[in-house]
């Protein structure tokens, strides 16, 4: 009978556990077994008197590596959150409800473990409690869950009026297992690096593609519109790379090699490429306030826009100078996506309140918005100025 061997727990105050009175103690287990047994085997009364009794389950849980812990009860509940909103109106007394369904259920349990193992069949259930990631409650009445055991796990060893029983309570709390549910995920700071990475490659080898200068006086033109480009991009950027000393060097040590490459512009167009977007990258690792980066490349993004020239002379200029530029305003985005990517892999606080989180979104949509309107216009215009050149052509 699996209902008296594992799932019903004789109360103390009940059987009177006395260290002085131990015969007795198994004395009475052994008559009130029998007796239960003598009921039970022959339904002597058994429809009138306990038809619930084949409802109830042997209790156990299944750990996340997969081995089964039987344990037994007394006492069983559950406690379900319900999901809802509260909405009140001016001049009008009471308030709207809106269900919005039910959050996590919860199996509060004292388990407990009998018999000369009681200590080792409780120390190896603690184990499995603390054990990473989805187990499986088998409720001896409330049917099996997917779970995972939440709050504080409290064992029990009374010497005195508990001989032979070992009592570990703990919450067990259902949990989603849909593969659809979106589950929170810790980037790590080398998936970032090889984003960026594939990133750089794609950018570098797209900018050398477009700028292809015909003739000498398109070199120059292209060479000059990167020079520019490139300080102002230091300029925009030298405020927050001096927050941090180290950075500070390593931006300026990039700087001055990326001056020496454009002196040799149309033999090291990649390398240019390159080393435009390291130095753009140097400053997004400052540990500063998001909002602060924001706003650095935010500068540097409306100094790009601004300085643009509208009519340049000739159709290779206006696809060189368009190629720089957006080479930087994705050099610009990308950074600084990466950076706040990186402060949030490496659990720095990125907002300290909810209004500093709702003004940096705004930023952050503010400038993501203002790069691609740019760029989608400046693509149309290529587009038609292309089409132009082969109309004459």
Not at 15 to 29: C, D, P, T, W
Request: some cysteine; aromatic content about 12%; glycine content about 6%.
């Amino acid at each position: 009978m699996h209902f008296f061997s594992s799932n019903i727990v004789l109360s103390s105050s009940f059987l009177n556990f006395n260290k002085n009175n131990i015969r007795i103690k198994y004395v009475s287990i052994l008559l009130l077994k029998f007796f239960f047994y003598i009921v039970f085997r022959f339904d002597w009364g058994y429809s009138g008197f306990m038809p619930w009794i084949d409802d109830i389950a042997d209790a156990s849980y299944v750990s996340p590596s997969g081995t089964e812990y039987f344990f037994s009860f007394q006492e069983v509940s559950k406690e379900t959150d319900l999901k809802t909103a509260s909405f009140t109106m001016p001049e009008k007394d009471g308030a709207l409800i809106q269900s919005l369904g039910f959050g996590g259920r919860r199996f509060p349990l004292s388990c407990y473990f009998t018999g000369e193992s009681c200590f080792e069949d409780a120390d190896s259930f603690e184990r499995a409690l603390t054990e990473r990631g989805r187990g499986e409650l088998r409720h001896p009445v409330y049917g099996s869950f997917p779970v995972v055991p939440t709050g504080t796990i409290k064992r029990s060893d009374d010497l005195v009026k508990g001989l032979n029983v070992s009592v570990v309570e703990i919450t067990f709390s259902e949990t989603i297992v849909d593969e659809d549910v979106p589950v929170s995920r810790v980037v790590t700071e080398d998936a970032i690096d090889r984003g960026m990475a594939d990133f750089d490659e794609a950018a570098a080898f797209e900018f050398a593609s477009d700028m292809d200068p015909a003739s000498v006086s398109e070199g120059i033109k292209a060479q000059n519109t990167m020079v520019e480009q490139s300080r102002g991009l230091r300029d925009s950027l030298t405020p927050l790379a001096k927050a941090d000393s180290g950075v500070w060097g390593d931006f300026q040590s990039q700087y001055k090699s990326l001056e020496k490459s454009l002196d040799n512009f149309m033999a090291d167009k990649i390398s240019i490429a390159y080393k435009t977007l390291r130095l753009a990258r140097l400053p997004s690792r400052v540990a500063v306030s998001a909002l602060a980066k924001v706003e650095a490349y935010a500068s540097m993004v409306n100094d790009l826009i601004r300085v643009y020239k509208k009519d340049p002379v000739g159709a290779k200029s206006i696809k060189h100078q368009y190629a720089a530029t957006r080479l930087q305003l994705q050099a610009a985005v990308a950074n600084l996506s990466s950076g706040l990517a990186l402060s949030i892999s490496g659990s720095q606080v990125i907002c300290s309140s909810r209004e500093a989180a709702l003004q940096l979104a705004e930023a952050l949509l503010d400038l993501f918005d203002k790069v691609v309107s740019f760029c989608d216009s400046k693509a149309s215009r290529d587009i038609f100025v292309d089409r132009v050149k082969q109309t004459a052509g």
